[in-house]
């Protein structure tokens, strides 16, 4: 879509665009800072080792809970400058949002109050609330994300559906592909940070996933276009035909250097690269499929934003504030980098 399209000049144009993509890269840092953590925890109660889940917990301890600073971020930015589509996706999205904030609550309280916990069945029980929580809460995010793509009825600017319109076979699927996709995050991060017998069992489970990671791709990919017109040109007209061709191109390149990875052929850290350029792609794929629209197919950018003031404004502010997140973040994980095991120092 171009000026001519859209009727818009100067600010007015080009504001939108600036801010949808800062949006999708706060949405797209927060997959890579936050799906590794959460994939750790449904992978949590797969390790029947104690001491192995102390480790796996010694790992994200110093980190974890800054993560959901970029989902904040993006929140803030969503409700700031695309208020139509906040006021749009709320309504349709209230139920999955609520679930995934009570979820993360749950996550949050069983990774403090597990180590606290005196008997073993007490401990057993917050390790099953920090799994659960981490599962239902990545679940919800992929189910969102399902809901976003598969389309939001709207009339008059409006939404017009229903508040169980979420649950249809196309969001849940992208939930599971969520849920599979983060686990394998938190099983590359886990061979990259930790060691021995950990490292070993989460290399068995990091191929496993990986498999189910690219059946999940395939899957999304062949299923998205056939949910609207717009996404199937998308996808085979000329030039947007450039801009696609690559990802499947891209997604299998990965896919080589990744099970060479797991075969200990590289560096261990290049696992938990891969899944995240996995991810990357499919993200990027997506962006390229549903532009210019943010509640697709009704919705576009433009007929979302606020008045080009109002982003002004909040870009100028913006400029100041993500350095100083990147930086604290960057920061954080430096300080906190090297493997852990068992005679770690706990910062928990």
């Known amino acids: 879509m171009d000026l001519a399209t859209t009727g818009l000049t100067g600010a007015a144009y080009w504001l939108p665009i600036v801010w949808a993509v800062l949006v999708a890269t706060a949405i797209f840092i927060y997959v890579v800072l936050d799906g590794f953590d ?83 069945k007490a401990q057993n029980l917050w390790d099953i609330g920090f799994c659960g929580g981490s599962f239902v809460a990545t679940l919800m995010q992929g189910i969102i994300l399902g809901t976003l793509v598969s389309g939001i009825h709207v009339e008059d600017n409006k939404f017009a559906g229903s508040s169980l319109d979420w649950l249809a076979p196309f969001p849940i699927f992208c939930g599971l592909a969520v849920v599979c996709g983060y686990s394998l995050l938190g099983a590359t991060w886990l061979i990259w940070r930790t060691e021995s017998d950990l490292q070993s069992t989460m290399r068995k489970w990091a191929g496993i996933l990986s498999v189910a990671m690219l059946v999940m791709i395939a899957g999304v990919s062949v299923w998205t276009p056939a949910l609207h017109t717009t996404y199937m040109q998308n996808w085979t007209a000329w030039p947007q035909i450039l801009l696609v061709a690559p990802v499947p191109l891209a997604v299998i390149a990965i896919t ?21 350029a996995w991810f990357f792609v499919s993200f990027t794929g997506l962006g390229i499929n549903i532009w210019p629209y943010i509640v697709p197919p009704a919705m576009t950018i433009w007929q979302a934003s ?34 852990v095991n068992e005679h770690s120092e706990s910062y928990h």
């Open 256 to 276: 080589g250097v990744m099970f060479l990875a797991l075969r200990g052929k590289t560096s261990r850290r290049v696992p938990f690269f891969c899944a995240l």
């Open 38 to 120: 959460l994939g750790l925890g449904i992978l949590f109660l797969a390790e029947r080792d104690k001491r192995h889940r102390n480790i796996m917990i010694q790992t994200i301890a110093p980190v974890w809970d800054g993560n959901e600073t970029w989902m904040i971020f993006g929140g803030a930015a969503l409700y700031g400058v695309f208020p139509n589509a906040y006021a749009t996706i709320l309504p349709a999205l209230y139920l999955p949002v609520l679930i995934m904030l009570f979820a993360l609550i749950l996550r949050g309280v069983g990774f403090e109050f597990r180590s606290r916990m005196h008997t073993e």
């Open 306 to 339: 606020s008045p080009p003031a109002s982003q002004a404004f909040l870009l100028a502010g913006s400029m100041f504030l993500l350095p100083l997140i990147l930086a604290y973040t960057a920061y954080a994980y430096h300080v906190f980098r090297g493997t």
